[in-house]
């Protein structure tokens, strides 16, 4: 158990390897890169990460809150000035409300997402060129191959996070 004056080092100390831990993964080191050059595990790294993002994310808030109202507050200005236009019909000031109506929805996430398919031609399967035929290699290739894979895979973050519970606070 940490000892009450330490604290405040600890909390420095943590807060300036989550700092690096930033630096580094913005520089495309991997959690194990990360946590190895540190002396922290993966899925402190990991936990580092998420807890600067978060912080930053929180300091940023306030922030994107008094833009966005700003931003409202000029769409309802330029809405007032053509509004009586647009009722008279001019429709130039009836194309311009409008824009500045769908500008206001996108602010504001009031629109629903699009949903998009992807598919084939004909509306069929998507066809992969180069498909690999992996019965046309023996067990020992297969080995080989699942090796070089596991080898060259990304961290799994589920992973990572599995392990939260393991490690350094």
Known sequence: MPVRGNRK????????RRVKVLEMRKAGF????????LDINEAQAYRDLARILSDILELARPD?????????????????????????????????LLRIMERRARL???????????????????????????????DEELDSLERLIGKAALPDPDAVRDTAGVGEA
Do not use: C, Y
């Open 9 to 16: 080092g600890a909390a420095a100390a943590a807060a300036e």
């Open 64 to 96: 994107a809150v008094a833009l966005r109202t700003l931003e409202l507050e000029r769409l309802d200005d330029l809405q007032k000035t053509l509004w009586r236009q647009a009722k008279a019909g001019n429709l130039g000031a009836t194309d311009r």
């Open 30 to 37: 991997t959690f194990r890169q990360i946590g190895g050059q």
């Open 108 to 138: 504001l996430g009031l629109d629903a997402p699009t949903k998009e398919e992807h598919s084939g031609p004909g509306g069929g399967p998507i066809v992969i060129a180069n498909a690999l035929d992996l019965a046309r290699l023996s």
